[in-house]
């Protein structure tokens, strides 16, 4: 079935830092590629998408890129701030709709 | 604005004591949807509806049922609770269950059976 595996443990890294969380999934045909975030006290939010090998998602400074040789989908920002500070969720949807999760990291932003 | 509202955001129960969690939206969505989460694991879809009808996921225990009364509110009643129950449980609407379309999640009810 499709599943998704996000990289183990929080992530903490110092204000301006770049940040990379991985994310690679099994999935049986084409699926869509997702991150949400989930803020302290919030619900999950769609950060960013990609529906097609190569395509790039991209929001408020983060970027993934689908990448179909490597089934990844990894999720990075250039120069992170402490109001990045959340959990991250990458997910995909495959052939039929549902929306498969990984665990999440927790990412803490230092100033 | 909220857009999806789940009440009560922390309910604690008791061991077999049935307990409802309630999640309405303001969006118009054909679609609602209840995920569990439980501390540091995946979300797990439990079932949805889209409009009426009722989809229950395979390996969704019979001890977790749901309603529906219009489109603006859905319920999560857990008729047994066990202490595996203790989770977060999430609430989500989309327009159209057949499109990769966004999900809008609810803030949540973190349950806790004691």
């Known amino acids: 079935g499709n599943s998704v595996t996000q990289m183990e443990g929080p992530v903490t890294l110092s204000e301006e830092a770049f940040l990379t969380i991985n994310c690679t999934y099994t999935a049986t045909g084409y699926p869509s590629l997702f991150w949400y975030v989930q803020y302290p006290g919030e619900g999950l939010q769609l950060l960013l998408k990609?529906?097609?090998?190569?395509d790039k998602g991209s929001n408020k400074g983060f970027e993934a890129t689908y990448r179909k040789e490597t089934t990844s989908f990894h999720l990075e920002k250039g120069s992170v701030q402490v109001s990045d500070s959340a959990v991250y969720f990458c997910a995909l949807a495959g052939g039929n709709n549902r929306l498969a999760f990984g665990k999440g990291n927790q990412v803490v932003v230092i100033p | 604005d909220a857009m999806v509202i789940q009440n009560p955001r922390y309910q604690v129960t008791q061991f077999g004591k049935p307990v409802t969690l309630s999640c309405s939206q303001t969006l118009n969505h054909n679609v609602m949807y209840w995920y569990q989460q439980k501390s540091s694991q995946a979300p797990k879809l439990l079932f949805h509806?889209?409009?009426?009808?009722?989809?229950n996921e395979a390996d969704t225990p019979d001890n977790f049922q749901s309603r529906r009364p219009n489109t603006s509110f859905c319920f999560l009643d857990i008729r047994s609770p066990g202490l595996g129950d203790t989770a977060m449980y999430l609430c989500?609407?989309?327009?159209?269950?057949?499109?990769?379309?966004?999900?809008?999640f609810g803030s949540g009810t973190q349950l806790s059976v004691l």
């Open positions: 989500a609407t989309s327009r159209d269950p057949t499109t990769n379309e966004k999900l809008f």
């Open positions: 990609a529906t097609k090998a190569d």
């Open positions: 509806y889209y409009d009426k009808d009722f989809n």
